[in-house]
């Protein structure tokens, strides 16, 4: 999967489209965010050092990359070949799957030119192509003040903590912090419970910072915890690099799992940690038992 022209520069997000389209054609047609990220990572020949560029490290822990490709995603999904589920699992429509490649120009400018006469009666400053430095949802908002409020308002003591209970409510038992200098960087460990029948002992790290892992860091955490644990975890409130990754998963070596700042906020909405999640009121009128009663 080609990409660049330049490598030493990010690609607009509108040359991502293509990319993405043969990402999600690899993964079968559909995919959640984070497979869709992670394959566009493994086909990709953009170099690390652009792909591990942050967009805003003070509000979220996506890279420049991940950024563009949501507005990839966005711009596909309003020219009508890709849908989004309410799980976060986006798909080619059925009947858009014969389309492999599309004209990206085109898909800006036909996206541009509904969003104008949608809003025909609002005087509007037309948007440039190299404008992408904005709010992709405000509904996403609630990311940002969660990524501010673990990198700045929480000590490292109360992170190691929070990954403490999030691990309880997962259903881990026995679970340990037990973080200390010249411990290989291993912050905790517990036992992983599965169906009351097998049972799995993990290790795990926190890097509460608004960096990258990197491969150096998962070799030092796996040397570490070999013959100490049977899986290991590793959760930042940043990213993982494609060497992170691939060092992670390598064959021969003990598994590790890796949660990065987007996954550490869905689980602790999941789990209802910190984050309260407030119910729009639906009302119907039932006119038929009015006219029955």
């Known amino acids: 999967m080609s990409i660049m022209k330049n490598n030493f520069e990010i690609p607009p997000f509108q040359e991502l489209m293509n990319p993405l389209l043969d990402v999600l054609n690899e993964l079968g047609g559909s995919g959640s965010i984070d497979e869709i990220e992670q394959k566009f990572l493994e086909l990709s020949d953009l170099p690390e050092e652009i792909l591990n560029i942050p967009h805003n490290p003070e509000k979220s822990s996506s890279t420049e990359v991940e950024y563009r490709l949501a507005w990839a995603r966005t711009y596909l999904k309003k020219y009508g070949i890709l849908d989004n589920s309410q799980r976060g699992?986006?798909?080619i429509i059925p009947e858009k799957r014969s389309i492999k490649a599309v004209d990206p120009q085109h898909v800006v400018k036909t996206v541009k030119w509904d969003k104008k006469n949608k809003k025909s009666t609002e005087k509007e400053e037309p948007l440039e192509d190299d404008q992408y430095i904005e709010i992709l949802e405000e509904?996403?908002?609630?990311?940002?003040?969660?990524?501010?409020?673990?990198i700045h308002d929480m000590t490292p003591d109360a992170f190691e903590r929070l990954a403490k209970r999030i691990l309880r409510e997962s259903g881990f038992v026995q679970v340990e912090v037990t973080g200390r200098s010249g411990d290989g960087g291993i912050d905790g460990k517990g036992i992983m419970r599965l169906s009351g029948l097998l049972s799995f002992h993990v290790i795990f790290q926190c890097k509460k910072y608004k960096g990258n892992v990197t491969a150096s860091d998962m070799r030092d955490f796996r040397g570490a915890m070999i013959g100490r644990a049977d899986k290991g975890l590793f959760i930042t409130t940043g990213t993982f690099t494609r060497d992170a990754?691939?060092?992670a998963t390598r064959d021969g070596a003990p598994p590790i799992d890796l949660v990065d700042g987007d996954q550490l906020a869905d689980k602790l909405k999941e789990l209802s940690l910190g984050i309260k999640k407030e119910m729009v009121e639906k009302i119907t009128i039932d006119t038929e038992w009015f006219k029955s009663i």
């Open 139 to 150: 509904a996403e908002s609630w990311r940002n003040i969660l990524h501010h409020v673990l």
């Open 245 to 247: 990754i691939k060092e």
């Open 89 to 91: 699992v986006w798909s």
